[in-house]
């Protein structure tokens, strides 16, 4: 499991400095059916914008 989760969204209410993410869990879906074969196939359903919390 990986120590640091590298994150560059800013506007994440999870983002820390350093790109670091400082969510608790991490949850990543598929956009679409069958294996995902590049990034943009998936998605970071973590992600919470900042003015929202």
Avoid at 15 to 36: L, P, Q, R
Wanted: with cysteine; aromatic share 8%.
């Amino acid at each position: 499991m990986a120590k640091d989760v590298k994150c560059g969204v800013h506007s994440c209410a999870f983002w820390k400095s350093g790109n670091k993410c400082g969510a608790k869990n991490i949850v990543v879906e598929m956009y679409s059916e069958g294996k995902a074969k590049t990034s943009g196939q998936t998605g970071c359903q973590t992600f919470r914008p900042k003015d929202l919390l």
